[in-house]
């Protein structure tokens, strides 16, 4: 039994997962979630300002405290396309460093795709031995396809996340027919190349997947993602959020996720399942594993 606190820095969200493992299971036991917007940023400026540098550094700071007072053995954090998309990447993880005083990792495309795997798949009860896991985020999208019993043996990483295409293709709320093609257009060229192998089981990873889910369903096919874009499409991103209960930074690039799961899901040739776990769940169990080789 350990106790672990993990930070993750995303483009959009800074969250805590405060989490047990026993006995081979993950047990949340609280989690925090803030908005910071450090990939708008990233895309707006090219860079991150020092102002907000020091929001995430005192954000995480925050975090690192709740994790410690709450019994965390262990407390780290990783940031995603934030730190590897921004030329002063290295100033956000000094910063983040100082004011937590926790490790501070920025992944890599790799290390992202197989935490986001390994934490999707754990306590899911799947059918088949071939799984696929989808995790859209706002700066880039990890693909991993591998065994449920194990690592996954393919994994790529695209650097066209919901947030980065909103902000270059979807700036109208809703977007015009034209502007809509366009971002379609764009994720097609992107994806083209990518040929993963097919697995039996598709799940779809991260905060763009559980709000669609809350559009549509559990299970994101073809026909269903086709029907949220109708939706986005036609609905401003202030009322989809009120309506269906989605922060209102996700709501705003919700279109453009979906686009990017349509593309995804397409070559993967299954539907994906909404996995309520993901990259987070995938660091705790590295964490624990990183402890238990080590003893």
């Given at each position: 039994?350990?106790?672990v ?6 483009s ?15 047990q ?8 910071l917007g450090l ?10 300002s ?15 405290r ?5 019994g ?5 954090t ?5 730190g590897?998309q ?5 100033d956000?993880v000094r ?7 926790t490790?501070?990792?920025?992944l890599?495309?790799d290390?992202?795709?197989?935490l986001?795997f ?10 088949g031995?071939s ?5 859209v985020g706002?700066?880039?999208?990890e693909i ?6 194990g ?5 790529r ?5 919901a947030?980065?295409l909103?902000?270059r293709?979807l700036?109208?709320?809703?977007p015009s027919?034209?502007?809509l093609s ?9 994806f083209?190349s ?15 997947a ?7 369903g559990e ?7 086709e029907?949220?874009?109708?939706m ?10 009120k ?10 690039t919700?279109?453009?996720?979906a ?13 994906l ?6 990259l ?16």
């Amino acid at each position: 039994m350990m106790d672990v606190g993990i930070i993750d820095v995303g483009s959009h969200t800074v969250r805590l997962l405060f989490a047990r493992r026993d006995d081979g299971r993950i047990q949340p036991l609280r989690q925090e979630k803030a908005t910071l917007g450090l990939g708008a940023e990233v895309e707006r400026l090219g860079r991150l300002s020092e102002k907000k540098i020091a929001e995430a550094a005192s954000l995480v700071g925050s975090f690192a405290r709740i994790a410690r007072k709450a019994g965390a053995v262990h407390v780290e954090t990783v940031v995603t396309a934030p730190g590897r998309q921004s030329p002063n990447g290295e100033d956000l993880v000094r910063a983040l460093h100082k004011a937590s005083g926790t490790p501070v990792r920025v992944l890599s495309p790799d290390e992202e795709g197989r935490l986001a795997f390994s934490g999707a798949i754990h306590g899911m009860e799947l059918e088949g031995e071939s799984v696929a896991v989808c995790d859209v985020g706002g700066g880039s999208t990890e693909i991993a396809v591998g065994s449920r019993s194990g690592e996954p043996a393919w994994v790529r990483s695209v650097d066209v996340g919901a947030l980065r295409l909103t902000g270059r293709f979807l700036a109208q709320d809703p977007p015009s027919p034209q502007a809509l093609s366009l971002a379609r257009l764009t994720v097609e060229r992107e994806f083209c190349s990518l040929t993963p192998p097919l697995p039996k089981v598709g799940l779809a990873a991260g905060g763009t997947a559980r709000a669609l889910r809350k559009l549509v369903g559990e299970e994101l096919g073809a026909s269903e993602l086709e029907a949220a874009i109708a939706m986005l499409r036609g609905s401003r991103s202030a009322h989809v959020a009120k309506e269906y209960g989605i922060d209102r930074g996700r709501a705003r690039t919700l279109v453009a996720g979906a686009l990017i799961l349509e593309a995804v899901q397409c070559r993967l040739n299954v539907p994906l399942r909404v996995s309520r776990t993901g990259l987070r769940e995938g660091a705790v169990l590295a964490v624990v594993d990183e402890a238990a080789a080590a003893a």
